[in-house]
């Protein structure tokens, strides 16, 4: 059963970085962590066209951001059909998790899991079964949250809704700071203060982007009226959509958080 704590500070996924790693960019690339006060980095172990991670690969990254004081944590977005054997999709997160001494696993729980409420729920036992004491379990997933699940919705929430922490994805939503808080509210009925805000670096659907961008949703998403950061932390997604300004954003943030 996983215990680990809800992690601290800045998060970021991670795409590119695993399938085109190669160690005379590692120094850049973990530059670049740092100068964002970086405490985890989520590598992708899986993708949704299938796509999978090689163990050596995952293992050279873990270990060059481990010597950085990095935490390294592994995420899977499951195609549809992967989801459809959910004991394999589950070892297959865990060993990716494990072979690289990952501290946290993370599934992204998004369209492909539609309509496969009992598949999810197979899967979370069993990734939950395979972690330990050590392990941190997130899930990272988009949209609005129910105060309790519609009848006929098909989407999994019964699945994951108080599942380990929750990375709420609030990539659109960041831009209103009334729909953000409310929606961060309903998600902490929930998972209570294990709720973390997912943030995006890439342009939004208004044209909105850049590093005054992203000071407005951290401070929209992660301040409450009183002017206090009442949030663990905050991700974002994603390392190759982030440049220097916004990385200085972060870093500034963070201190500021006493992250």
Same mark, same amino acid.
């Given at each position: 059963?996983?215990?680990?704590?809800?992690?601290?500070?800045?998060?970021?996924?991670?795409?590119?970085?695993?399938?085109?790693?190669?160690?005379?960019?590692?120094?850049?690339?973990?530059?670049?962590?740092?100068?964002?006060?970086?405490?985890?980095?989520?590598?992708?172990?899986?993708?949704?066209?299938?796509?999978?991670?090689?163990?050596?690969?995952?293992?050279? *990254?873990?270990?060059?951001?481990?010597?950085?004081?990095?935490?390294?944590?592994?995420?899977?977005?499951?195609?549809?059909?992967?989801?459809?054997?959910?004991?394999?999709?589950?070892?297959?997160?865990?060993?990716?998790?494990?072979?690289?001494?990952?501290?946290?696993?993370?599934?992204?729980?998004?369209?492909?899991?539609?309509?496969?409420?009992?598949? *999810?729920?197979?899967?979370?036992?069993?990734?939950?079964?395979?972690?330990?004491?050590?392990?941190?379990? =997130?899930?990272?997933?988009?949209?609005?949250?129910?105060?309790?699940?519609?009848?006929?919705?098909?989407?999994?929430?019964?699945?994951?809704?108080?599942?380990?922490?929750?990375?709420?994805?609030?990539?659109?939503?960041?831009?209103?700071?009334?729909?953000?808080?409310?929606?961060?509210?309903?998600?902490?009925?929930?998972?209570?203060?294990?709720?973390?805000?997912?943030?995006?670096?890439?342009?939004?659907?208004? =044209?909105?982007?850049?590093?005054?961008?992203?000071?407005?949703?951290?401070?929209?998403?992660?301040?409450?009226?009183?002017?206090?950061?009442? *949030?663990?932390? *905050?991700?974002?997604?994603?390392?190759?959509?982030?440049?220097?300004?916004?990385?200085?954003?972060?870093?500034?943030?963070?201190?500021?958080?006493?992250?």
């Amino acid at each position: 059963m996983a215990g680990a704590a809800t992690p601290r500070g800045i998060g970021v996924y991670t795409s590119r970085i695993v399938r085109e790693w190669d160690d005379r960019h590692a120094a850049k690339e973990i530059a670049e962590y740092c100068e964002m006060a970086c405490r985890h980095v989520a590598l992708c172990v899986e993708g949704s066209k299938g796509w999978r991670a090689e163990p050596s690969v995952l293992a050279d *990254v873990a270990d060059h951001l481990r010597a950085a004081g990095i935490s390294p944590w592994v995420y899977a977005l499951p195609s549809r059909e992967a989801w459809q054997q959910p004991d394999v999709l589950a070892d297959r997160l865990a060993d990716a998790g494990e072979s690289c001494g990952a501290i946290g696993w993370v599934p992204d729980v998004e369209e492909q899991a539609r309509g496969l409420h009992g598949h *999810v729920s197979r899967f979370r036992r069993r990734l939950t079964d395979r972690a330990n004491e050590r392990v941190s379990i =997130g899930v990272t997933y988009y949209g609005r949250i129910p105060l309790a699940p519609p009848r006929g919705d098909a989407f999994p929430w019964a699945a994951i809704l108080g599942w380990g922490w929750a990375g709420y994805q609030l990539y659109e939503t960041a831009a209103d700071r009334h729909a953000v808080r409310s929606r961060m509210a309903t998600a902490r009925t929930h998972w209570g203060a294990d709720v973390i805000p997912h943030l995006a670096t890439y342009q939004r659907r208004d =044209g909105g982007d850049g590093a005054e961008r992203l000071r407005s949703d951290i401070e929209r998403t992660c301040i409450d009226d009183a002017g206090a950061v009442d *949030v663990p932390g *905050v991700w974002l997604w994603q390392d190759s959509t982030t440049d220097a300004a916004e990385r200085a954003v972060l870093g500034a943030f963070s201190a500021r958080a006493g992250w």
